[in-house]
């Protein structure tokens, strides 16, 4: 899987939109981006994923540059119950592909 | 629908003595399984991956071991606990053509 940059840690105001990027520079033209997030002593959460297109579903948007070589998480509208780490990774869809790595994520603390 | 169940939810356990952590996915078949351990403050270590009963993929050579009996079974073990075995122990499937991971609520381990 290619690798992911994502900052450590991020604030952001409650009711305002937070935006948490990701960089994966190496990311190949069958590999997906996927983001899942974290909220303390829990298992991680499925948010979204794309490939090419912008996605948006009920909980966030995914914006992915043209390139593909990073991306951006959109919360429109941050809760207090947001605060979570948030983890950018990439995978291909089938194949042989079955590892799925995590790196450190970034922390999102949204303040009141 | 699909649930994934991994108990126990918590487990102290002194240092030399064994270590049984089984996890169960149910309404779905042939999944691919996957372990993870979280240490305090760390981020997603995967351990082992399973794409069939009996196949078992290392990632991180440990005194740990995993099997799958079943296929919605997966249990990870250890024959003797080390102080540094303790962690957030979390299971993960997805489904065949699936491109999400689902994650169960985790087993937070002590060894004292």
């Known amino acids: 899987d290619a690798k992911t940059t994502q900052p450590t840690s991020m604030d952001c105001a409650e009711g305002r939109a937070a935006n948490l990027p990701c960089n994966h520079s190496t990311i190949s033209g069958n590999e997906y981006v996927y983001w899942y997030r974290q909220i303390h002593s829990q298992g991680p959460q499925y948010i979204i994923h794309?490939?090419?297109n912008n996605e948006t579903n009920e909980m966030a948007s995914l914006i992915i540059t043209e390139d593909r070589k990073s991306s951006t998480l959109i919360l429109p509208h941050a809760t207090l119950r947001d605060t979570a780490v948030y983890y950018c990774i990439v995978r291909s869809s089938g194949g042989s592909n079955y590892k799925l790595t995590f790196g450190k994520g970034t922390l999102l603390t949204v303040n009141p | 629908s699909q649930t994934i169940h991994q108990w126990p939810a918590t487990l102290v356990q002194p240092v030399g003595s064994p270590l049984s952590l089984e996890c169960t996915v149910e309404?779905?078949?042939?999944?691919?399984l996957y372990w993870y351990r979280q240490a305090a403050g760390r981020g997603l270590q995967l351990l082992f991956y399973?794409?069939?009963?009996?196949?078992i993929s290392s990632e991180v050579p440990q005194n740990l071991s995993a099997s799958r009996p079943q296929d919605r079974q997966f249990i990870l073990s250890s024959k003797k606990l080390l102080l540094s075995d303790s962690g957030f122990y979390l299971c993960?499937?997805?489904?065949?053509?699936?491109?999400?991971?689902?994650f169960g609520n985790g087993t937070r381990l002590t060894v004292t």
């Open positions: 794309g490939l090419k």
């Open positions: 309404g779905t078949s042939n999944p691919n």
């Open positions: 993960a499937w997805i489904g065949q053509g699936g491109l999400s991971l689902h």
């Open positions: 399973s794409v069939g009963i009996g196949q």
